[in-house]
């Protein structure tokens, strides 16, 4: 007899082993017809797979979110299949499904052609009407591989040899196609529908290192229906439309080059934004009492092997040897300069919980192949904080933190905000005990606020639990910014205790925060979330006074005049073009407002205020003018 435990409480007995597919059938024809997959006791499995045991048992369909990543999976292996009966030459290796989609890495001498995508997903939409069964295989280790070794796949034969012992070695059969994977898989090609694309070519070296051999990766999208394909098709015209990069070239905000891989060159219009964001923040911390330091950028080898990140992340750190054969490394995290200043002096129980804040410029090693612009770089700037506190206060200054993590996020336009929780890595400093304390402040944190999380097991930091924030843009996309770790290993090993109410020396908890993250990362984040159009009191220049005629000239210069002495970052353009070019040229650099000045503004004291994007403008007297915009300039921290 196995029972089944369906979603709903309800179950299902039979007096043997029972498939998901005939499950599935015996509830209903629309059930069967629509059914993906199944999961038995939280597992994803196949529907052909035979179910022996009692278990919990749900059927998922496409309308199932994590019925995604089984559709881009197979997608992949129709691509594969597609591939290999174009190219039969080409060697197939790993395709996994992926954030949004999926990629197949494949060896061949020629290379792939744009034209080649076409042919390929063309061959896909043939695979799928065709709705060849997936049926799934166990074989003998040595047969598989001497299958693979004999029909050229020499990749998928080394795969197979690193296999361990004590694991079956599956293969999945559709058509003449044969692969190698664990599944599971879609009961059909058919099933899984045509909402895909083949978007980009890319290299690859085999198994990510650069000593292997360069690999050919073809990239895909797929969805669960063509209605979802579209809108995520438009969300990347949009993001194109909005990428940093070519807004950052428009609005004339930094560049980078070759000298410098990594590292940003911040023109005058964007280190100006970038300011503003440091005084937004300095502004927020100083109001819930943080003190502000500063620590050096280089520091002897000898601090990072007693903070362990010599150990545990000396592959990203940058080192430079001096002529008395000291080692020195630039700092890749701003953690052991802000313990020895709280270091510095005796430190009472009474003094706590200490908040020192710290915009510290790091460095890290990223390979030249993940930068992107201000996302991925080399150099940048950290929001940091370290917050030093008794066990005793972990849990509320936890609480603290997050509430004004939430709160700053809401006055950047961010309302929706996801919190993920990742415990202890498999590498890592201190005893199981120490984690449990700090897991469980951190969870309680949440749990009392009342604030829903996802769990991210095993991608904690090296010294501690951690909270990272997720924000959602205007398009849809999601961006880890925001951490919060805590950490009661880095206080001993670097030796930070504080004196308790007994005169006995004590080890702090030590709280990890950055609100922004990385500045420079905030900051792409911020310019495709408003499409470069920044809220007034952000915006690089907030309003250019721009002339028709030379009668205007001497009166534009008042007006900038006034403009600035109110407080307002204001620029002149006294150019002999027509109006209606400088209009669009300065619309182009996405300034907010455009104040347009003849010779009847100038006789009456008045100007024509534009806004960007808007068609008309509205006559206003100029202390008028100057009232509304400085209004607006206020930012959010006028009613904090």
């Not at 003094?351 to 030249?368: H, M, Q, T, W």
């Not at 005990?433 to 009342?450: F, P, Q, R, S, Y």
């Not at 915006?539 to 009668?551: C, G, H, K, R, Y």
């Amino acid at each position: 007899m196995v029972t089944l435990t369906l979603p709903d409480g309800s179950q299902r007995a039979y007096d043997g082993p029972v498939t998901g597919a005939q499950v599935a059938a015996d509830i209903g024809p629309g059930l069967a017809k629509a059914a993906l997959a199944v999961k038995i006791d939280g597992e994803m499995a196949d529907l052909t797979l035979p179910i022996e045991a009692d278990c919990a048992f749900a059927i998922l369909t496409a309308k199932d979110e994590e019925s995604l990543d089984l559709i881009r999976h197979d997608a992949a292996h129709v691509m594969a299949e597609a591939v290999k009966e174009l190219y039969p030459d080409v060697q197939v290796t790993i395709g996994p499904a992926i954030e949004n989609g999926f990629y197949y890495d494949f060896a061949r001498s020629e290379p792939f052609t744009p034209k080649d995508l076409e042919r390929i997903e063309a061959r896909m939409m043939e695979i799928v009407d065709r709705d060849e069964a997936v049926t799934r295989e166990v074989w003998n280790r040595r047969d598989a591989i001497n299958f693979f070794k004999d029909a050229g796949e020499h990749y998928k034969a080394q795969i197979i040899e690193g296999i361990p012992e004590d694991q079956d070695i599956r293969l999945y059969r559709q058509g003449d196609f044969i692969d190698l994977c664990r599944g599971p898989h879609l009961p059909s090609t058919g099933r899984l529908g045509k909402a895909f694309k083949l978007m980009k070519l890319a290299g690859a070296y085999w198994r990510g290192d650069a000593n292997n051999e360069m690999l050919q990766r073809i990239y895909g999208t797929a969805w669960a229906d063509k209605k979802q394909l579209a809108a995520y098709l438009t969300m990347l015209e949009e993001a194109e439309r909005r990428d940093h990069r070519k807004l950052g070239r428009e609005m004339d905000l930094f560049h980078f080059q070759e000298e410098a891989p990594g590292a940003v060159f911040w023109h005058p219009k964007g280190w100006t934004l970038f300011r503003k964001l440091i005084d937004y923040m300095r502004t927020r911390q100083e109001h819930a009492d943080y003190v502000e330091i500063s620590t050096p950028g280089v520091m002897d080898r000898v601090m990072w092997e007693k903070s362990g990140h010599w150990e545990n992340f000396r592959e990203n750190m940058y080192t430079t040897q001096t002529e008395d054969e000291r080692v020195f490394a630039l700092k890749p995290m701003n953690c052991p300069g802000g313990i020895q200043v709280f270091k510095q002096g005796i430190t009472s129980y009474k003094d706590l919980p200490r908040r020192i804040a710290e915009f510290g410029k790091v460095n890290r090693y990223e390979p030249s192949g993940a930068l992107h612009g201000l996302m991925r770089v080399r150099e940048f700037t950290q929001d940091d904080a370290h917050i030093f506190c008794t066990t005793g206060q972990l849990q509320s200054e936890c609480e603290t933190v997050v509430s004004l993590i939430m709160d700053i996020y809401k006055d950047f336009g961010f309302e929706d905000v996801r919190i993920k929780f990742s415990d202890r890595p498999e590498k890592r400093l201190g005893t199981n005990a120490v984690w449990d304390t700090l897991e469980t402040a951190l969870k309680g944190a949440l749990d009392k606020m009342g604030y829903p999380y996802t769990y991210n097991p095993g991608e904690g930091a090296f010294y501690g639990p951690k909270l990272e924030f997720v924000l959602r843009d205007a398009i849809g996309r999601d961006w880890q910014c925001g951490t919060l770790q805590v950490d009661m290993n880095l206080p001993e090993r670097l030796d930070v205790h504080y004196i308790d109410e007994k005169g006995d020396k004590v080890r702090p908890v030590m709280l990890h925060r950055a609100l922004f993250g990385s500045l420079e990362r905030f900051t792409g984040i911020l310019i495709e979330h408003y499409a470069g159009r920044m809220p007034l009191w952000l915006a690089p220049v907030q309003a250019v006074v721009a002339t028709i005629t030379s009668d205007a000239d001497a009166y534009a210069s008042e007006v900038v005049a006034a403009l600035k002495s109110a407080g307002l970052r204001a620029e002149l353009d006294l150019r002999n073009e027509k109006i209606n070019y400088k209009i669009r040229e300065h619309s182009h650099a996405k300034v907010p407002a455009i104040l347009v000045l003849g010779k009847r503004e100038a006789e009456e004291g008045k100007v024509a205020l534009r806004r960007l994007g808007g068609k008309d403008q509205e006559i206003l007297a100029l202390k008028e003018a100057i009232d509304i915009l400085c209004a607006e300039a206020k930012g959010p921290l006028a009613g904090k």
